[in-house]
DNA sequence: TTGTAGGCGTTATCAA
DNA sequence: TTGATAACGCCTACAA
């Protein structure tokens, strides 16, 4: 037999870390290979003597299978892959987080692929090694920003494993999971206005940014149902760091100086907007009221701590990742297509010192 | 030929997303799969004219290599994973992105495996899965709490792919990779003596971790080097949360009214602490200094701007997987053990409003 | 320069 | 209940 003996295996060489296979715990048990495996996965009908034989020889040798051979004859890896931007901050890391849950709880394996930019041309080539990779599916986590969609051609996804995106306008044929940002943004406006503000200005993203409009519009209608101007003296663009929220807001209080409440669309950009607003001497909230959005955890001990929008991230992941496994699921069983879903979470509102 | 040709894989429902292999591609061109091996791996010589026609069927059937195949012959599969706690805070995930990073220009893909606490009981079973799937070495990216080393239990690692440990008490036989915490307390403490400060408190982040011992040792030494006094009554300790912060910051003003700086083992920290301080109507930092750890981005924007410790995280992952790379080529060609390397990453002090 | 045979470690089929 | 044998897709060694 050509086969791969424990005392092969060794003679490799001491630092050669050799894995242990069928075919040695087989011979060691006086059995097939097949009879192991049968064992290994219980399968199958085994007189409870042999079963101990083979156990007890798996558990002599330490013999763990090989998942890549066990993946190349089931044509399925039981991996899934994410690709993502921005873990470093508070929203991204919370989703992965919850991606990461999920993946573990129905047993898949989890590649983690970072983009550094929002619009990084690697991605195509990321999709590349997953698809050599043979995972069973993706989590597409990078934020629709500006044409970084351009790769999705139509017909591509047919000759791809399922796919979830997160984060991106609906599009038909595609299964989407995301925060309602528009709700969020609503649910802030109208917090503002029901406190008696009037002249509400809002900071927003990056206007290439798909939450970022998403929020401006939640802003605005809900300006515009209470009947009040929308101005674009009350509109400042911003990065989402707390240094563009600074600046944004100097700006603001420049053109309009009597606007008495302001939406931040992230808690980091209020963070920066509280700062300059301080160092105008006006105070918050009773000059000037502020909401965020995010519900980071330190956004409860800034000065005054903040009202913000919790977005349930660690859900949006759970539900991307089950969304995901209905999906590969119902392919493998040359089911019809599972309708392609937009799954939209409830962000909540919690309300702080900032706005009261 | 038993094969598999493309037209059977279609036949194999329009759902089922088929891959193509060797045998089709050989097939269009006309060639044996060897032969396409060797262009696809651009091995051994070839006609111009038979790797144009072998480049022409690739291209026009899309194909892509089975990693999984051919890591079961290479005995190799270009895969690390990290095995992490904690990536939704600042610190960890900036060390995930630099491990992320690395991988990429190496060449690896990673795997991604979360612990929901430093000490989940989940590790042993987290290794068993990275076995099985054949890792080419590990990143261990949980921080030493507690026990939780435990399972480390000798002769273990020699059976196990190289491993990298961050942030841990150094140990023979270890390769380690950490930020230089007690350096930087020594920095942070010794900032404050310049400045003149003399009743310096401490707030330590929970005792059980190995950075936050650390870190009370770099602030203890460099008070008693001063000739300072270390008295019980100016340390706290605290979780790592701002909300400990706080807590820990309200008890060290009751017990030690007269203190005149704290150094905050954590941004999160600072910033609680910041607000107790506040409440209490004591000016920063006329009245008291305050350092922090981490250089969070938005630590720049708290109120006063805070003075802090800059870990360089990014950097501490590369140079984890870099050395990982080095530990799995040494093996790979059978030369002697690389020495186990313990790398600290010198960390500094950024000076801001808070302490000046 | 190209092709054939055999094996990587596992599972499925079909006999025994 | 068990065991040969043939895949899975690729690569190495050796021939042609």
Redesign the pocket.
Known sequence: M???SSVEQLSRGSNEHA?V???DVAALA??????V??V??N?????E???QRVQAAIDELG????VL??S????RTDTLAVVAWGIEYFGPSRTMVGIEQQCDELGYSLFLDLVSQPDDPNQERILDTLLARRVDGIIWSVPEVGENRKWLKPGLLERLPPIVFLSMQSQPGLTIAAVNNLSGARQAAQHLIDQGRRKIAIITGPKAWWEARERFAGWKSTMEEAGLTVSPSLIAESYWSAAGGERAMQQLLKQTPDIDAVFASSDQIALGALGAIHQTGRRVPQDLAIVGFDNAPESAFYWPPLTTVYQKLVKVGHIAVRNLHQMIESRRQQRAYVEAALTLIEPELIVRASSK
């Open positions: 050509s086969g791969n894995y296979t069928l075919q006086g059995v097939s290979i097949k009879t495996s049968r290994v996965n399968q199958g009908e085994i007189t003597a042999t079963r013999y763990r299978p090989n051979a066990r190349l004859v089931n044509r």
